[in-house]
Nanobody
């Protein structure tokens, strides 16, 4: 079983950048697909990005394409999410999720392991 801990959230102005990190422990990190989701108040959890077991394949949600970059370092058991060109609508809690098998990457119900989340607030 994998435990996930997110870090790196904070308050940033519109157009700014943040780098989020997800640290895994307690299991075989290389055996899980890892994704980032976000949730704004009153809204459903939204898929942001995912990365394959070895890090060679990435997928992005529409809101993330061209601005966010997901990367993976299995030697350190971490998955990072670089957020650039932040907008007010990017505000929310960002969650790291993982599972050994994922058939539908954007579906949060496919993921068994979740972190506690890290808050990202973008001010105008």
């Amino acid at each position: 079983q994998v435990q996930l801990v997110e870090s790196g959230g904070g308050l940033v102005q519109t157009g700014g950048s943040l780098r989020l990190s997800c640290a895994g422990s307690g299991g075989d990190f290389e055996s899980v697909i890892v994704a980032w989701f976000r949730q704004a108040p009153g809204k459903e959890r939204e898929f942001v990005a995912s990365v394959s077991y070895g890090g060679s394949t990435t997928e992005y949600g529409d809101s993330a394409k061209g601005r966010f970059t997901i990367s993976r370092n299995n030697a350190k058991n971490t998955v990072d999410l670089q957020l650039n060109g932040l907008k007010s609508e990017d505000t929310g809690i960002y969650y790291c999720a993982a599972d050994e098998v994922v058939d539908d990457l954007p579906d949060p119900h496919e993921y068994e392991y979740w972190g506690q989340g890290t808050q990202v607030t973008v001010s105008s």
